[in-house]
């Protein structure tokens, strides 16, 4: 079966860098997804990694290494918007595509 | 916005009712999966459905149910409420440009009392 962990809980200033890590275990990978979402919201599509290396967009970084079965979340220049819950997420738990087993989830909170 | 819609928003039920909630894609994707999402945790997947069958479920025992319509609609059904049922219930539709990508929809707060 496939299971995440994440750490529960970051906290961070306005402005800074904070990284969520993100181990996996998964009787088949295919990518490591991230979602972020704010208290009473849906969960938000931020970045996917099938391959090992870095993907970048905007403020948001997302790294993968399969040998590792690890990745992170980087969030840069950390705005007060920022804080919310981010999840990362592997096919399954049947291996068939769009359905997503996600961890457990990280609350980020971003101080002044 | 992700053109995904649900309903109800709200909904309390008292424990051994049954529900039925609601969700539609703007966009008419033919794949849809629910998610079921308690307090503090991450969504655990419910069950998946693909032109109208059944495609996929999690661990859900069979009281949780669920239908999707022509027009790509879809319901969900949960019979005999237990108290741990008390949840966000979200669903999503596949993304066509990035795998492994699902567009959620607000989701539905259900409290069993």
């Known amino acids: 079966g496939q299971s995440l962990e994440q750490p529960s809980e970051v906290t961070a200033v306005e402005g800074a860098i904070v990284q969520i890590n993100c181990t996996y275990q998964t009787s088949g990978f295919y990518g490591l997804s991230w979602y972020q979402q704010h208290d009473g919201g849906a969960p938000t599509f931020l970045s996917y990694n099938a391959l090992d290396g870095l993907e970048e967009t905007g403020r948001f970084s997302s790294f993968l290494s399969r040998s590792d079965s690890y990745g992170y979340l980087l969030l840069q220049e950390l705005q007060m918007k920022d804080s919310a819950s981010y999840f990362c997420?592997?096919?399954?738990?049947?291996?068939?595509?769009?359905?997503?087993?996600f961890g457990g989830g990280t609350r980020l909170m971003v101080k002044p | 916005e992700t053109g995904v819609t649900q309903s109800p928003t709200h909904l309390i039920k008292t424990r051994g009712q049954q529900v039925t909630l609601r969700c539609s894609s703007q966009?008419?994707?033919?794949?849809v999966s629910w998610y079921q999402q308690a307090l503090g945790q991450g969504p655990q997947f419910i069950f998946q459905y693909y032109r109208e069958e059944e495609n996929g479920r999690g661990n859900f025992p069979p009281r949780f149910s669920g239908l999707q319509f022509p027009n790509y609609s879809s319901e969900l059904n949960v019979n005999a409420l237990e108290l741990d049922d008390s949840a966000l219930y979200l669903c999503a539709f596949e993304g066509q440009m990035v795998a492994d990508t699902q567009y959620f929809g607000p989701g539905t707060r259900l409290t069993v009392l």
């Open positions: 997420a592997v096919r399954g738990p049947n291996n068939a595509g769009n359905m997503l087993t």
């Open positions: 966009s008419g994707h033919n794949t």
